[in-house]
């Protein structure tokens, strides 16, 4: 993906922050997917709905964008982008963001939105390093290895 779409990213972030406006004003919860993830198992007893529901609320999510998104914004695209890793290199790849996310106390989501949000000196400094390690992986990925 190398191009920018403005209105679908513009939309996409207005409804980020009212779905975590909502978990926050509803049930008192921030909106980090690792930590709500990571709370199903082992399961609370009463605490497990909210997050089965916003878990599954992402898949819809999802899928509702991918089969209606074309029609309602030209800017998005028609067909899923291609994966050039094998399932075993995607596993591990899944894995080491799970570590990245415990290492980091937190998901990009979680640190980003609702941690900058909350004016969190842990979460500016976490997405600043997220900045930092995305820009250095694109610059050596487009200059160095390609």
Same mark, same amino acid.
């Given at each position: ?42 399961? &609370? !007893? /009463? ?9 599954? $609320? @992402? %898949? ?5 964008? #991918? +089969? ?33 996310? &415990? !290492? /980091? ?9 609702? $941690? @900058? %949000? ?5 979460? #500016? +400094? ?21």
């Amino acid at each position: 993906m190398t191009t920018f779409t403005p209105l679908s990213a513009t939309l996409g972030g207005i409804l980020i922050g009212i779905a975590a406006t909502l978990l926050w004003a509803v049930a008192g919860r921030t909106a980090g997917v690792s930590n709500i993830a990571g709370g199903i198992v082992p399961v &609370r !007893v /009463g605490d497990e709905l909210w997050r089965f529901l916003f878990l599954g $609320g @992402l %898949a819809v999510g999802a899928w509702l964008g #991918f +089969a209606f998104g074309p029609a309602l914004l030209s800017e998005i695209p028609a067909t899923l982008p291609e994966v050039a890793l094998p399932p075993a290199g995607l596993v591990i790849a899944g894995l080491l963001v799970g570590l990245g996310t &415990r !290492v /980091g106390r937190g998901c990009t989501s979680g640190h980003g939105i609702c $941690g @900058l %949000a909350r004016f969190s000196v842990r979460s #500016f +400094a976490a997405v600043g390093i997220f900045m930092a390690t995305a820009i250095v992986t694109v610059f050596l990925m487009r200059h160095v290895v390609a």
